[in-house]
């Protein structure tokens, strides 16, 4: 009772400084360290997403890429075509994913495992197709503009507008990092909420044996739909702050690589667990930009190895070693440690009885050693 209570006393220290953290980090980093902080925490949204679909339901899908490219091209229409606030065109963005989410869904019924991987996959290929050709929504090969985050003419994440907060100045960049740090930190909360739920113990009965599942009256067609569903919503809204960001993408962006990458956070931060992909996507999503200062990495192109090179055999690496070694990722090892070093702080304040003291002699039970 009382290891568990110093557990929970724990895990609540370390989520309020990890709130913390993430609240002050723009204040502490310059602005190239802080772009790529926004990127990992838009990306930590999508990953969000798609370890509930993998980690908690267990379906495996290799197609995330081509969600994120809905909810980006629906903010475009929206956003961009239409000129409509991003209060409508980014929940907007999450409602069109999810809906190709439960178009998806119902393959996960007769497929699984590597055959669903396989299906998801052929959408990746099927959503390049058509991003190629519909050049009226996604600009062809060529790409296309995307709008700016904004909440009318008072609040506008344009580059070069800034917001004055308690003498405090934030630019676009801490703007879109503290949108997108919401919006990561309600996917979290709901994640958390989410695994205590009905639901949410139905995808982990599904994930651990359907037929099982279904024996004991988990609903398999409603329970993996909705999955698919959560999952291609948080992607959405992930794809759409991606590419407004960006402020101009081109269909190739959406490949199959970028699906591996967030496979890749997932694996590494630890599956199934609730902190697992905002960890995993802050190894995997800042690794490139980490690797451009190394210096035996080739930047311009002129010979030896490439940064993207080095990252995907980096990713490679990373998934061989957790899935062998540690399947429960980075969060497994942090559970490791905890446990290695409170076991060491107990066994130092509540020594065995059985045990003989070190300063008594073992032969009589008593005394002091000479």
Known sequence: MLRRAVDRRGRRAAWIGLA???VVLPFLLGAGAL?????VVI?????????????YAGQISLGHAFFLAVGAYTAAVLGGDHHLTAAIWLPAAGIM????GALVGPTALRLRGLYLAIVTLGLVYIGQYIFLNATGITGGPGGRAFPAVSFGSALNFAPGNQLQI???TIDSNALYYFLALVILWLAVGFTYSLQRTRVG?????VRERELAASVMGVNLARTKVSAFVISSFLAGISGALFASYLSFVVPSQWDLLLSIQYIAAIIVGGMGTVLGPVLGSIVVFALPDLITHLSFVNTNGSGGITPGDLSNIIYGVLIIVFLVAEPRGI??????????LGGQRRRRDHPDPSRPS????PTTGGGVLP
């Not at 772009?35 to 990127?39: E, G, H, L, N, R």
């Not at 969000?48 to 980690?55: F, K, Q, T």
């Not at 994913?97 to 190709?100: D, F, N, P, R």
Request: hydrophobic share 55%; glycine share 12%; charged share 10%.
């Open 20 to 22: 913390a953290l993430s």
């Open 35 to 39: 772009s790529t902080a926004v990127f």
């Open 43 to 55: 990306a930590a949204i999508g990953a969000v997403g798609l370890n509930i679909l993998s980690g």
């Open 97 to 100: 994913a999810a809906l190709c």
């Open 166 to 168: 308690a003498g405090l």
């Open 201 to 205: 113990r139905a995808f982990q009965a």
């Open 331 to 340: 969060v497994g090892l942090g559970d490791r440690l905890a446990s290695l």
């Open 358 to 361: 070190p300063e008594t002699n």
